[in-house]
Each structure stands twice: as structure tokens, then as C-alpha cells.
Nanobody, 123 residues
Framework: QVQLQESGPGLVRPSQTLSLTCTVS??????????WTWIRQPPGKEMEWMGAMSASGITTISPSLRSRTSISRDTFKNQFTLQLNSVTPEDTAVYFCARLTRRGVSRGPQDYWGQGTQVTVSS
């Protein structure tokens, strides 16, 4: 069974860098044909696709976040990491990692999501 688990700080100060890690079990981030994805949902708003990494390591980032967002991976630990620079209170959200069959927000039968982690940006 595929499982994903987000980890990282629950509170980040404005202007700092947010780093979240997704640990994957039950599948390999390098040998399967899915998009390893970060999505967030600010309070009271729709889910926002942030970016994804393919099994070959190619990343695609949302244009609205491209200037301050990166996704990397540790193939030995089977983890992928989101880094969001220069955070503001508008980055407060529940952050999800997911294995998706396509780019964008998807909840099909072959899509798997982590439970999500709350991140608050506040001084």
C-alpha cells in the first residue's frame, strides 16, 4: 500500500524559508510513472497545486510560485522535499504531498495523498 507522510515545522516566521519533506513507502519515487506533488490549501480557499517532480527528476512549478519554490529529492531515503522561500502570512495553509497520475489536483483511484500538515506563518 502506498503511503505518504509530510513532516516539517508547524510555525515559520515571515521572510524565512519553509522546508517540508514527504516520506514515501510502498512505492519508489524513481521507478514509477507518477507525479510526486505538493499541494496546499489556505484557510477558506481552494486547493492550490504548487509543483511536482516526475520519476525522472524533472520538476514543474506553478508560475505563481516559481520565483521562490523548489522541489528536490533524496532517492536513498525515498523522500521529496518542498522549499518555499520568503514566506508571508499568505503562505499559511495545510500542505499536502501526493502521488498523482497527472499534473494538477487529482483524486483518482491511483492517486495517493498524505494526511496534510498545517503550516502557520506568523511572527
Amino acid at each position: 500500500q502506498v503511503q505518504l507522510q509530510e513532516s516539517g515545522p508547524g510555525l515559520v516566521r515571515p521572510s524565512q524559508t519553509l522546508s517540508l519533506t514527504c516520506t514515501v513507502s510502498g512505492d519508489s519515487i524513481t521507478t514509477s510513472y507518477y507525479y510526486w506533488t505538493w499541494i496546499r490549501q489556505p484557510p477558506g480557499k481552494e486547493m492550490e497545486w504548487m509543483g511536482a517532480m516526475s520519476a525522472s527528476g524533472i520538476t514543474t512549478i506553478s508560475p505563481s510560485l516559481r520565483s521562490r519554490t523548489s522541489i528536490s529529492r533524496d532517492t536513498f531515503k525515498n523522500q521529496f522535499t518542498l522549499q518555499l522561500n520568503s514566506v508571508t502570512p499568505e503562505d499559511t495553509a495545510v500542505y499536502f504531498c501526493a502521488r498523482l497520475t497527472r499534473r494538477g489536483v487529482s483524486r483518482g483511484p491511483q492517486d495517493y495523498w498524505g494526511q496534510g500538515t498545517q503550516v502557520t506563518v506568523s511572527s
